[in-house]
């Protein structure tokens, strides 16, 4: 499956964004979807999962309750909803696919977006 990500940009802190992530092939349905950042000097993390059926979703502690991980199979889309967004937060998202789900993240990922770049103001 190839991955396009979009939806980055400059919001000040505490704003909101969207990101999306469409997904080419037939098979997006049977494809565990996270999404990752990585900040200037820092290594790349995890940041939430969502499981192939989209009920099952895992976040990294840093984003519980400001971050929503979605998914719309007829639409081949993983979406990230960011409310409260943080300087912290400032990062390349990317977006990523995996026939392993796991809610803490995997190593096991088999394509990637280009990221989308996610700037937060104080």
């Known amino acids: 499956v190839q991955l396009q990500a979009s939806g980055g940009g400059l919001v000040q802190a505490g704003g909101s964004l969207r990101l999306s992530c469409a997904a080419s092939g037939r098979t997006f349905s049977s494809y565990g979807m996270y999404w990752f950042r990585q900040a200037p000097g820092k290594e790349r993390e995890f940041v939430a999962a969502?499981?192939?059926?989209?009920?099952?979703?895992g976040y990294v502690d840093s984003v519980k309750g400001r971050f929503t991980i979605s998914r719309d199979n007829a639409k081949n889309t993983v979406y990230l909803q960011m409310d409260s967004l943080k300087p912290e937060d400032t990062a390349v998202y990317y977006c990523?696919?995996?026939?392993?789900?796991?809610?803490?993240?995997?190593?096991?990922?088999?394509?990637w977006g280009q990221g989308t770049q996610v700037t937060v103001s104080s």
């Open positions: 969502i499981h192939w059926g989209g009920r099952i979703t």
């Open positions: 990523a696919a995996s026939p392993v789900f796991s809610e803490r993240g995997t190593n096991s990922l088999t394509s």
